[in-house]
């Protein structure tokens, strides 16, 4: 995802929109989801703008990307959808790249590893597959959403606690 910044650079516009599908990258989503349980499902919807706010420039975005992980109750396959939103301020490309900037060079910004590095740090820790899932007997495995088991009862106490 690269966005070229000729027009507010060059004074044409104050402000600069953007909106793009983008497929998921294997190699991006291998360095960035690295130990996550997470499957993405093919593509990532990225919007925002570019502000010049004058002199200085600034970048306020959001992207969604719809995922695969498992329950962690009751380790159900769910499908969910990670949303995540940053604003960075443009700088030309220095040395380092601290956490509130976003660099370009030619003209141009990479979006790509702000996009992929915000949205592996907005995954929930613990996904479920709905709110109430009531997960696995902890003796026999039982799937506590399909009904009760010798032991649920149980359960039903350990919930009041
Ligand atoms: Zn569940
Ligand atoms: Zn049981």
Redesign the pocket.
Known sequence: MKIDLTPILSGELKELHFSFTENVSGEESDIYFKGLDITPRGYIDVKGKICDISGYYELECSASMPYTTHCARCGKMVEKTCECSMRRTVSQKKEQESDDEIFYTDRQIELDPAVYEELSISFPTKPLCRLDCKGL??????DLNEGG????QDNKDQDTL
Request: glycine content about 10%.
């Open positions: 007997c902890p003796v026999c495995g039982q088991c010798e032991h649920s």
